[in-house]
């Protein structure tokens, strides 16, 4: 019998996965769009919120896709992060997913020249909150992982691998986070755990606001992308919820485009 069926029935193809979804800030965040699918499919969801802040939000928005838990985990200290995870072993005795979709640069990094603006304190924020976060997240719920064929997803941008205008200090800290998959898949393979990311293209949320320019980089997409539009959350949030599901057994240490193909061109056809 196939494990997406019983008794004649279908479920969603993540039934039974318990999935933290870290990185919610609105419903234009990625992570919504991936918190939507993956609830779909079957998954029970726990949230985090950086600040008290977003505390009522992401309660409300967490209630919608039926769940109670969501804690307060600031990414930047590992005590918080600890406690976090700490109370999320109060509620679940294990835990199958990990969604990390969180970024940050202070604004002045991710606008004009690279050169110009990039600094020693930007640099360091940028690759701390962006990169090391995802290797912290790993390190706290590893006992919580270990050995259930679990999944640890990232989110990434182009910017990794080309200089796209304005992305600055930011491209390098995702190209960290890339690296940090590699070795996290490499460690946490033997364990049961895979590691990937998703490469999205452009979206308009909240913190792609920050990136100067970012309205013009949709509009370029939309004209040179093979698939000649935007990507949305619903795109991204599909595609995460495959790769951290069983139909995925076999893919990790990958970095999965989203982009309706804008990576893969060379020249924009007339
Ligand atoms: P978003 O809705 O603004 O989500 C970013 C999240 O990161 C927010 O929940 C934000 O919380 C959180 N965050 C920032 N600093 C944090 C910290 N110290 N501790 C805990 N959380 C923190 O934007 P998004 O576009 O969905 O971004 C999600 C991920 O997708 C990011 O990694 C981004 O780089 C990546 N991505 C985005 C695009 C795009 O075009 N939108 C494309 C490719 C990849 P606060 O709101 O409280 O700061």
Sequence with gaps: MSPFSRGGLSLGFLAGKRALIVGLASARSIAWGISQAMRREGAELAFTYQNDK?????EE??????????????VAGDVEIDQAFSRLADAWDGLDIIVHSVAFAPRDQIAGN?????????????????????????????????????????????????????????????????????????????????VNAISAGPIKTLSAAGVSGFRKMLTHVEETAPLR???????????AAFLCSDLAA???GEILYVDAGYSTVGMKLD
């Design 61 to 74: 928005m967490a209630a919608e896709l039926g769940s109670k838990l969501t804690f307060p985990m600031d």
């Design 229 to 239: 539009r935007n990507v949305t959350i619903d795109d991204v949030g599909n595609a």
């Design 54 to 58: 977003l505390k009522g939000r992401v």
């Design 250 to 252: 076999g893919i990790t």
């Design 114 to 194: 690279y050169l110009e603006v990039v600094n020693r304190e930007g640099f360091r924020i940028a690759h701390e909150i962006s990169s090391y976060s995802f290797a912290a997240l790993a390190k706290a719920s590893r006992r919580l992982m270990r050995g259930r064929n679990g999944a640890l997803l990232t989110m990434t941008y182009l910017g990794a691998v080309r200089a796209v205008p304005h992305y600055n200090v930011m491209g390098l800290a995702k190209a960290s986070l890339e690296a940090n998959v590699r070795f996290m898949a490499n460690d946490l393979g033997p364990e049961g755990t895979r």
